[in-house]
């Protein structure tokens, strides 16, 4: 609703009919005192009453106002929510945020925090292994030129790194073998996070003697 009034040193009040309503962006807006509209143009207006006295004369007042197309959205893409990642490990965090006015944000527009671990970073792709141990909560807030905001949130669980699970299967413990006799060694190994472990990082080492070789088994 836009209101106003004017007054005229020769004619006193300005009566409605000499009152007029414009916008720069959508023209001739209605006459009177007061106008109630519902169909301004999203943007920014300058809004302008003129007022016109019985000689013709004219005089204007103007305000500005912005008409709004709505909050910012923003989804988060990854990690999803209830996601547990081992200490260290890179996670990428994804977010796609919009804005009717703005277009496609990102940059400092677009901030994430952890509830354990504060502001992590800007943008809308970040990729991190500092998270510190325990459930966060994560949020990224999308905030638009006119300063209207949207969050999401996802939750994420960091565990400690677990060592590799490794065993010995050849020979028993305790045996024992002739000096310079050929013994077999066989072993196994495996990580819940890294399900090929590479030979050259299985070693074999002897408390008397040092590294004896590398890889499930040796000789």
């Not at 990690?79 to 006015?101: K, L």
Request: net charge negative; no cysteine; glycine share 12%.
């Amino acid at each position: 609703t836009l209101t106003g009034s004017a007054a005229d040193i020769q004619d006193g009040p300005v009566p409605d009919s000499g009152l007029s309503w414009s916008s720069d962006r959508d023209g001739w807006l209605g006459s009177g005192s007061s106008v109630t509209l519902s169909g301004l143009s999203a943007g920014l207006h300058t809004i302008t009453l003129t007022a016109a006295d019985s000689a013709g004369a004219a005089g204007t007042a103007m305000i500005r106002l912005n008409v709004y197309a709505g909050i910012p959205t923003i989804n988060i893409l990854q990690p999803a929510t209830g996601q547990t990642f081992r200490a260290g490990r890179e996670i990428t965090f994804e977010a796609s945020a919009r804005d009717d006015q703005d277009g496609a944000l990102d940059g400092s527009s677009v901030v994430w925090t952890s509830s354990r671990d504060g502001q992590l970073g800007t943008g809308s792709h970040l990729a991190l292994r500092s998270l510190s141990l325990g459930t966060h909560t994560i949020r990224v807030e999308a905030t638009d030129s006119d300063g209207w905001k949207a969050s999401a949130d996802t939750a994420v669980t960091i565990e400690s790194r677990q060592p590799p699970q490794v065993s010995i299967l050849f020979p028993r413990a305790s045996a024992s073998f002739p000096l310079n006799r050929k013994i077999y060694f066989y072993g196994q190994a495996s990580d819940s996070e890294d399900p090929s472990i590479e030979s050259q990082n299985l070693i074999w080492s002897s408390d008397k003697d040092g590294e004896l070789g590398r890889g499930l088994g040796i000789t």
